[in-house]
């Protein structure tokens, strides 16, 4: 059977943080019921679809039966109590959940409570992602985030006590009015509460968002860039020593802990998504659903699930990308891998382009895979540039 993930969107949020550009919306939880009709019937359909072309995704029930599933957001967790078997309806209706070894749930640490964690648990969802950024209360309210540090490290307690055993938190750096001894801080707590895994991203200014506008009328103070390099290398050092492996560019985590499903992305493993603005990539086709919750529905409604091509992947986009998402990750690009796919050796397409990073200190090079060195993780876009081909390749 065919290796696939499964994403679900879920696009409401109880308040638009400063920084997001994520298709995610507050204010529209009126949508929520006829959401998730339009979910249950995409899925519908995708999987009438995937049928009818006979593809080998279905397990003895005829359900799809992905390796992973993945409820992200937005702020999936955003839905009450009562809405929550809803989701799990549809799920069990078109999905073999039992089949997916991994199941995360996306979660604000302001929306959830012993209760609704104990009712994610029940349903067969086994890992937990909290959306922390920080547990500095002035940093948190600095970037719009409705709960305080206390409720994040309360919600982390309670998903323990609710039986999730594998919990990873988000984390920022480069926060307006974060300094070294609040992210260390931050850090040593997250490490504090035992979690799992925990991804850190340092702030982008996205266009669209507050932050972007407060930026241009030149009213965002960041930490400087060489406080932010210092935090960049003080996360990336700090823990893998204390046992968190850095298993991707922005991913820490305890042996076996590590995101599959995530890792299946950098992985070109293909991918189905569900709901307003999911992407699928399956077959050499790219697909996205229209970020509007009202297009995308109605879109559904009207029986063409799966049916927006954004983009054919062509040989050429497929090896690049193959070579992005790979050098993302530890485990690099596998030799071996490289030439089962495309059918030639990685080195006869970049030779001279892994000779020239080898050099720099940029890459590393055995035998079975390239993969980025220290440095090359830290400048990770001067190693893609070169993995850019020319178009007669
Ligand atoms: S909770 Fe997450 S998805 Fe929602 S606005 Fe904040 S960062 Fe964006």
Redesign the pocket.
């Known amino acids: 059977m065919k290796d696939f993930g499964i994403y679900i969107h879920i696009p409401f949020?109880?308040?638009?943080?400063f920084?997001?550009d994520?298709p995610?919306f507050?204010g529209k939880e009126r949508m929520i019921g006829p959401y998730l009709e339009a979910l249950e019937q995409e899925m519908g359909q995708v999987r009438q679809r995937l049928w009818d072309r006979g593809e080998a995704v279905f397990g003895s029930d005829g359900k799809l039966a992905p390796g992973t599933i993945y409820i992200g957001?937005?702020?999936p967790t955003v839905l009450e109590t009562v809405a929550l078997p809803d989701v799990f309806y549809l799920l069990q209706k078109h999905i073999d959940v039992e089949h997916a070894g991994e199941i995360t749930i996306?979660a604000?640490p302001g929306t959830v409570d012993g209760e609704k964690l104990r009712l994610l648990h029940g349903f067969g969802i086994n890992r937990l992602s909290l959306?922390v950024q920080s547990f500095d209360d002035g940093c948190l309210k600095a970037i719009?985030?409705?709960h305080s540090g206390q409720e994040a490290a309360e919600a982390v307690a309670e998903a323990q006590d609710a039986g999730f055993a594998n919990i990873s938190v988000d984390l920022m750096y480069g926060l307006p009015g974060q300094d070294m001894n609040m992210l260390r801080e931050s850090v040593e707590t997250a490490l504090s509460l035992g979690v799992q895994h925990i991804s850190i991203y340092g702030l982008q200014l996205e266009e669209g968002t507050v932050f972007d506008k407060l930026h241009q009328q030149g009213k965002l103070v960041l930490p400087s860039d060489e406080l932010t390099e210092e935090m960049y290398d003080y996360i990336t050092a700090f823990l893998p020593e204390r046992g968190y492996y850095r298993y991707e560019i922005s991913n820490f985590a305890l042996p076996g802990y590590e995101s599959r499903h995530n890792l299946s992305y950098w992985q070109d493993v293909p991918y189905l998504g569900f709901g307003s603005g999911a992407h699928s990539y399956w077959g050499d086709c790219r697909y996205q659903n229209s970020a509007r919750i009202e297009v995308y529905m109605e879109e559904v409604f009207q029986g063409r699930a799966m049916c927006h091509v954004e983009e054919k992947v062509t040989e050429k986009a497929h090896i690049e990308e193959f070579c992005f998402l790979a050098l993302r990750t530890a485990a690099g690009i596998s030799v071996r891998r490289f030439a089962a796919v495309f059918g030639r050796d990685v080195h006869e397409l970049y030779g001279e382009q892994i000779r020239r990073l080898v050099e720099k200190g940029l890459l590393l090079e055995d035998r079975e895979r390239l993969c980025l060195s220290p440095l090359g993780m830290k400048y990770g876009n001067q190693v893609f540039g070169e993995f850019l081909l020319e178009d007669e390749k």
Not at 13 to 17: G, L, P, V, Y
């Open positions: 949020c109880r308040q638009k943080c920084y997001c994520f995610s507050a957001g937005g702020t996306e604000n959306g719009g985030r409705i």
